[in-house]
């Protein structure tokens, strides 16, 4: 981690089943655009080198990284989540303190996804679970990645029942009903705030949730940068810029 006056820290929080090597090559493209940034890669909890937890509901996950920033002496952070890490660092700034969020690539509402998690449950339950897994992971694009990158991704992973169980069991014991009105309450606390919040997506949303997330936060901005699921890695150098860029 490294120190450059008054901007604001990041703090890069990886999706499911990965760890903070994922953010290698956005770090050496910071150290090119804006070096010196104080950055904190975490291993979210069941990760890397982090310990297992009982509850990976996002709340508990967000208190943790809450406690590492504070541990490391960070004043309100940027926020970089991707995919889950982007719905625990919606979270956090809902409730810490906080300068902006930067989501990567993870709309906050279950929707098609949630329905599907939902019924491969008993499958998630039993031996095949890894097929689910590898069926998500067939669509995220890692296919198109620069060579480096798609190493990372097939490497800097450990795909575990525990682990896709518990970061969705807000998914598989919620109604979306109620997940709708907990991220809206998030959003309007963000707002309300005055946080910033970037949410970098691989295609165009849909026109009705790109109105609801507009609705709750009208001060959203929005960026389409194509290329898959792992923007941070199919384009490091143009989120390294969009990062430094951020309206301190």
């Given at each position: 981690?490294?120190?450059?006056?008054?901007?604001a820290?990041?703090?890069?929080?990886?999706?499911?089943?990965?760890?903070?090597?994922?953010?290698?090559?956005?770090?050496?493209?910071?150290?090119?655009?804006?070096?010196?940034?104080?950055?904190?890669?975490?291993?979210l909890?069941?990760?890397?080198?982090?310990?297992?937890?009982?509850?990976?509901?996002?709340?508990?996950?967000?208190?943790?990284?809450?406690?590492?920033?504070?541990?490391?002496?960070?004043?309100?952070?940027?926020?970089?989540?991707?995919?889950?890490?982007?719905?625990?660092?919606?979270?956090?700034?809902?409730?810490?303190?906080?300068?902006?969020v930067?989501?990567?690539d993870?709309?906050?509402?279950?929707g098609?996804?949630?329905?599907?998690?939902?019924?491969?449950?008993?499958?998630?339950?039993?031996?095949?679970?890894?097929?689910?897994?590898?069926?998500?992971?067939?669509?995220?694009?890692i296919?198109?990645?620069?060579?480096?990158?798609?190493?990372?991704?097939?490497?800097?992973?450990?795909?575990?029942?525990?682990?896709?169980?518990?970061y969705?069991?807000?998914?598989?014991?919620?109604?979306?009903?109620?997940?709708?009105?907990?991220?809206?309450?998030?959003?309007?606390?963000?707002?309300?705030?005055?946080?910033?919040?970037?949410?970098?997506?691989?295609?165009?949303?849909?026109?009705?949730y790109?109105?609801?997330?507009?609705?709750?936060?009208?001060?959203?901005?929005?960026?389409?940068?194509?290329?898959?699921?792992?923007?941070?890695?199919?384009?490091?150098?143009?989120?390294?810029?969009?990062?430094?860029?951020?309206?301190?």
């Amino acid at each position: 981690m490294s120190v450059s006056g008054e901007r604001a820290p990041l703090v890069l929080l990886h999706g499911l089943t990965f760890d903070r090597r994922q953010w290698e090559p956005l770090l050496r493209e910071l150290e090119v655009v804006d070096p010196g940034r104080q950055a904190l890669a975490l291993d979210l909890p069941g990760h890397g080198e982090s310990p297992r937890q009982d509850s990976y509901r996002m709340a508990d996950v967000a208190e943790f990284v809450h406690a590492k920033v504070r541990e490391a002496g960070l004043a309100d952070p940027v926020l970089v989540g991707h995919s889950v890490g982007a719905v625990v660092a919606t979270v956090y700034a809902a409730h810490y303190p906080t300068r902006a969020v930067v989501n990567l690539d993870q709309p906050l509402l279950p929707g098609p996804f949630g329905a599907a998690v939902r019924a491969a449950e008993p499958v998630l339950r039993g031996p095949d679970w890894r097929q689910i897994w590898d069926r998500l992971l067939s669509g995220m694009g890692i296919e198109s990645l620069p060579t480096g990158a798609r190493a990372i991704v097939e490497t800097a992973t450990d795909p575990r029942p525990d682990l896709l169980l518990g970061y969705w069991a807000e998914i598989l014991h919620g109604s979306d009903e109620a997940i709708t009105a907990e991220r809206r309450r998030d959003l309007t606390a963000i707002g309300e705030r005055g946080i910033g919040y970037r949410w970098v997506t691989s295609s165009e949303p849909p026109a009705a949730y790109r109105a609801w997330l507009t609705a709750a936060l009208p001060t959203i901005d929005v960026t389409v940068l194509p290329g898959g699921h792992f923007p941070h890695l199919a384009h490091p150098a143009e989120l390294a810029r969009m990062l430094a860029d951020l309206p301190e």
